[in-house]
């Protein structure tokens, strides 16, 4: 039992769905966070009582499941928040979910299911519609994309307090970058928002969101990979306005990160909200996908600042990506050998961490790392003629979230737009560096899968936006003749565009000089100025 509850959980796994198919019984799903405050109260009131625990225990197989562990479990039995309760048939289809329960609620949702299980038995479940098996709707990738979700930074934003959207209020970090190159203005305004609703000033990191529109009553967890994803879009801004407004939050937020969270050889995963009774609860587990976005925002922050932490940091916890969790470009969920591999989002964020390094660093191996990675990726993940990348600009095909096998639904394909933007996103970069324009190809149809869909996505994922205009444009792409660190690169690096590509040590150009090429167009320089007049002319 988990402590705190009377309930006998059983693990996520075949064995329990194999269980209820033997008793003929419901499985009860209860979704949980370490960092999630409302989970553990709901241990307390709801599954703490005598009586519901009973009624849990004997007619029905209880398995609780560690969302951070198990993300693709989360996404398909999400109910919209933490802890979700979902009620499914030992196939793993739902019957019922809802998200926190007190006792009575509990009570009546217990009846409910039972009635309809009495009713219809394995019949009672659906299959949700994401999960239908249909393909994603294809199309054109056109500059409408882009439009359509500029459009939406004005149309969905919040001129009297910032962020875009109603409550609750999240700081959308990718939607923040998206604006930084469209609407600078509004982006500010989010981030100034965020800085003072979110922002721990005592401890240093971000709470997860706001409850309320004007961005009060914070939700005071805090998630590695959110303070990742801020670090790195407040490091941007900073880039692009000089403003210690934005290079402060990220600083202080590394420093959190470092003090808080560090485990001895990565990020561990969360700590949970103060209550002001005990410690916060806090998760030193390490989990790729968080660590490698870690690796990516801190070598973005140094890059930007030559500040030496974010930047030691960066390299320890990519040395143990490499390390520990990479094997054979599959990626595993957390060190252990229970744990799962090759999930989208792991695989994508260790790309990008990969060609970040190579651009800050001049790492070499952390290139190859990123493109073993992404073949394995592309090899395991990505339904369509990847093998036809090399003879075309456009390859149909989009990416699951994952191997499509395991209990509950895990066997139905799953193909997230987050997932898919930031590995297509990885992939582009990629393609610069390691000079194989496959990489892009596949970029290009793993966006095409959604593009027929655009007019209905919405700018919480703006990022789909970004990656449809770079597949638009020319990338911006910066050689340096110079090792990392010379005042070339970094005065290449400190280039205000977050989507350009820098290659330090390249081999083309002449010695102490940079190439910048924008299409059909290039210019060689030798000195920091003349790059910056350079890319002011190129890129208009």
């Known amino acids: 039992m988990t402590e705190g509850t009377r309930v006998e959980w059983r693990d996520w796994g075949e064995a329990a769905f194999e269980e209820a198919r033997r008793r003929g019984a419901p499985v009860l799903l209860a979704l949980t966070a370490t960092w999630c405050g409302d989970c553990h109260e709901m241990d307390a009131r709801t599954y703490g ?23 693709r479990v989360r996404e398909r039995y999400n109910v919209g928040g933490f802890p979700s309760t979902v009620f499914c048939t030992p196939n793993g289809e739902r019957i019922a979910g809802a998200g926190f329960l007190g006792p009575d609620g509990m009570r009546q949702v217990i009846d409910r299911v039972r009635e309809r299980w009495d009713a219809s038995g394995g019949d009672a479940g659906r299959v949700p519609r994401a999960l239908a098996g249909d393909p994603p709707p294809a199309g054109e990738v056109t500059d409408r994309i882009e439009e359509h979700l500029a459009g939406q930074l004005e149309t969905q934003f919040d001129a009297e307090f910032g962020g875009w959207g109603d409550a609750p209020k999240f700081p959308l970090p990718r939607t923040v970058e998206f604006a930084l190159k469209r609407d600078r203005a509004k982006a500010r305004q989010t981030l100034d928002a965020v800085t003072r609703g979110l922002f721990d000033e005592e401890a240093g990191g971000f709470y997860r969101y706001a409850r309320t529109r004007d961005w009060g009553d914070p939700d005071r967890a805090k998630l ?21 407004a934005y290079r402060r939050p990220a600083e202080r937020t590394v420093d959190y990160l470092v003090d808080t969270l560090w485990n001895g050889s990565a990020f561990g995963g969360s700590q949970g909200p103060d209550d002001g009774e005990t410690d916060p609860r806090t998760d030193l587990t390490a989990y790729a996908g968080a660590n490698a976005l870690a690796v990516d925002a801190l070598l973005v922050l140094a890059s930007y600042t030559d500040a030496e932490r974010p930047r030691e940091y960066a390299r320890r916890t990519l040395s143990t990506l490499r390390d520990d969790f990479v094997d054979d470009g599959a990626v595993r969920h957390w060190v252990g050998d229970d744990a799962p591999t090759l999930f989208l989002d792991d695989q994508a964020r260790t790309v990008a961490a990969g060609v970040r390094a190579a651009q800050v660093l001049g790492d070499d191996d952390a290139l190859e790392l990123a493109r073993r990675v992404a073949d394995r990726t592309v090899e395991e993940l990505f339904d369509g003629e990847a093998s036809a990348a090399s003879r075309s600009d ?41 000079g194989e324009p496959r990489y892009r190809a ?43 660190g010379s005042d070339l690169h970094r005065a ?40 910056v007049e350079a890319v002011t002319d190129l890129v208009g």
Not at 399 to 421: H, N, Y
Not at 444 to 457: P, Q, S
Not at 458 to 483: M, N, S
Not at 492 to 507: I, Q
């Open 49 to 71: 009582e005598p009586r519901i625990a009973a009624n849990l225990n004997d007619g029905f197989v209880p398995v609780r499941v560690d969302v951070d562990r198990h993300p």
């Open 224 to 244: 590695l990979a959110d303070n990742a994803a801020l670090v790195r879009a407040y490091a941007h801004a900073y880039c692009d306005t000089g403003e210690e």
């Open 394 to 434: 456009v390859v149909d095909g989009s990416f699951r979230d994952g191997p499509a096998s395991g209990p509950g639904l895990l066997d139905r394909p799953l193909r997230p737009l987050d997932g898919t933007v930031a590995m297509a996103d990885a992939l582009l970069d990629l393609a610069v560096l390691a």
């Open 442 to 484: 596949v970029a290009h149809g793993a966006v095409a899968a959604f593009a027929g869909a655009w007019d209905r996505i919405g700018v919480q994922v703006a990022g789909y936006g970004a990656v449809a205009a770079r597949l638009r444009r020319a990338p911006l792409t910066i050689e340096v003749a110079t090792d990392a």
């Open 492 to 531: 290449a690096l400190r280039v205000a565009d977050h989507e350009k590509v820098v290659r330090p040590g390249a081999a083309g150009p002449q010695p102490g000089t940079a190439v910048v090429t924008v299409g059909d167009h290039s210019r060689t320089v030798s000195t920091p100025p003349a790059l």
